[in-house]
T-cell receptor, first 112, second 115 residues
């Protein structure tokens, strides 16, 4: 079945550092790919998405590119802020219908 | 607020009791998904419903768990005879159509604690 693997956390960075959170997937067909962010005590918020190979999703300074050849969708941000501290989930959506397969999540901690 | 509404936010039950979790999808959304998040883990799909129909329940435990999405009212996830292992955060998501590229919008979850 489908699966999503993302790097384990926590990832600890200083403010303004560069962020990369790796994500790879296995799926039949051509899934859509998503990054969701979860702040403490809250639900998941969609951060960005890409629906086909070579698409780049971007939002709030975060970017991720759908790489079919490496089955990856790594999340990057050039300069993180303390307010970016949260748990980040990579997810794939089946090409048939929309149930999502999630990675285990990566906690990001940004210190001033 | 037109977001996905879940209630209650926190629910405490004793072993053997029943838990009922409610989810009202976003306005205009007819597809509802339930996910469970165990501590230190990602979300696991449980069940996918449209109005009055269960489309995919492959992630639901075979016993004690059931879900419905009636023609009127919210979707309900029901857990009978709860056990300690049912303690988790349960998230509901909704989308307007059944297509892989359509993002799901999540509620804030119900945190279920079993004493």
């Amino acid at each position: 079945g489908d699966s999503v693997t993302q790097m384990e956390g926590p990832v600890t960075l200083s403010e303004e550092a560069f962020l990369t959170i790796n994500c790879t997937y296995t799926a039949t067909g051509y899934p859509s790919l998503f990054w969701y962010v979860q702040y403490p005590g809250e639900g998941l918020q969609l951060l960005l998405k890409a629906t086909k190979a070579d698409d780049k999703g971007s939002n709030k300074g975060f970017e991720a590119t759908y790489r079919k050849e490496t089955t990856s969708f790594h999340l990057e941000k050039g300069s993180v802020q303390v307010s970016d501290s949260a748990v980040y989930f990579c997810a794939s959506g089946g090409s048939g219908y929309s149930t999502l397969t999630f990675g285990k999540g990566t906690m990001l901690l940004v210190s001033p | 607020n037109a977001g996905v509404m879940q209630n209650p936010r926190h629910l405490v039950r004793r072993r053997g009791q029943e838990a009922r979790l409610r989810c009202s999808p976003m306005k205009g959304h007819s597809h509802v998904y339930w996910y469970r998040q165990l501590p230190e883990e990602g979300l696991k799909f449980m069940v996918y419903l449209q109005k009055e129909n269960i489309i995919d329940e492959s992630g639901m435990p075979k016993e004690r768990f059931s879900a419905e999405f009636p023609k009127e009212g919210p979707s309900i996830l029901r857990i009978q005879q709860v056990v300690r292992g049912d303690s988790a955060a349960y998230f509901c998501a909704s989308s307007p159509m059944d297509r892989g590229g359509e993002p799901q919008h999540f509620g804030d979850g119900t945190r279920l604690s079993i004493l």
